[in-house]
């Protein structure tokens, strides 16, 4: 069966501190994989998405996340985080034989402090 | 275009009640999905449908039901709402090839 973990549930760093978040699944087959944001009080959007192509991958916000193959890991960068990026980051897996069934980790809290 | 709209934003259920959760989506996708999202277990799947005249079970069926009504629309009913059915519920639509997934704005139950 398909698995996504999350390696921190929660996160707390300074301004312009950089940020990774790590995401690991559990797949055989082809994936597409996803990283959504969901801010206070708003519901989840889109941050970046690998299907294929280039392992690296940019999204939104100056946020981008590296696929590598042979570690199941599909992690979450930024250089320079900000005050307007504490929210919760879901990373999520939809394997090619899972059809419409997207798999999402527990998330991870991120708390940026000004 | 509105996207996906939920309704209602919140409700509160004393035990043993029934409600219907309505979502509607104006982006012509032909997928569907209900999740509940809990502390710390991410979102879990309700039920889906694939597109129009289909519905599937989720990861987390049990005491739950759904209708895609047409196209736009797929409602979750709670037949008997039980306190572990307290939770934030988000509907969510996605086109025929990307699964990038485009979710409401959440319905948040409280069932006493």
């Known amino acids: 069966a398909q698995s996504v973990s999350q390696h921190n549930h929660h996160v707390i760093l300074s301004e312009a501190a950089s940020l990774e978040l790590g995401c690991n699944y559990s797949?055989?087959?082809?994936?597409?994989l996803f990283w959504y944001v969901q801010y206070p009080g708003q519901h989840l959007q889109l941050l970046l998405k690998?299907?294929?192509?280039?392992?690296l991958v940019k999204g939104i916000k100056g946020f981008e996340a590296e696929f590598i193959k042979s570690k199941f890991s599909f992690n979450l960068r930024k250089p320079s985080v900000q005050w307007s990026d504490t929210a919760e980051y879901f990373c999520?897996?939809?394997?090619?034989?899972?059809?419409?069934?997207?798999?999402f980790g527990a998330g991870t809290r991120l708390f940026v402090k000004a | 275009n509105a996207g996906v709209t939920q309704t209602p934003k919140f409700q509160v259920l004393k035990t043993g009640q029934s409600m219907t959760l309505q979502c509607a989506q104006d982006?012509?996708?032909?997928?569907m999905y209900w999740y509940r999202q809990d502390p710390g277990m991410g979102l879990r799947l309700i039920y889906y449908?694939?597109?129009?005249?289909?519905?599937d079970k989720g990861e987390v069926p049990n005491g739950y039901n759904v209708s895609r009504l047409n196209k736009r629309e797929f409602s979750l009913r709670l037949e008997s709402a039980a306190p572990s059915q307290t939770s934030v519920y988000f509907c969510?639509?996605?086109?025929?090839?990307?699964?990038?997934?485009?979710f409401g704005p959440g319905t948040r139950l409280t069932v006493t």
């Open positions: 982006m012509n996708h032909n997928s």
């Open positions: 969510a639509s996605s086109g025929q090839k990307t699964y990038e997934q485009y």
């Open positions: 449908s694939a597109s129009e005249g289909t519905t």
């Open positions: 797949y055989g087959g082809t994936v597409n």
């Open positions: 999520a897996v939809n394997g090619n034989t899972g059809g419409f069934k997207t798999i």
């Open positions: 690998y299907f294929s192509g280039d392992p």
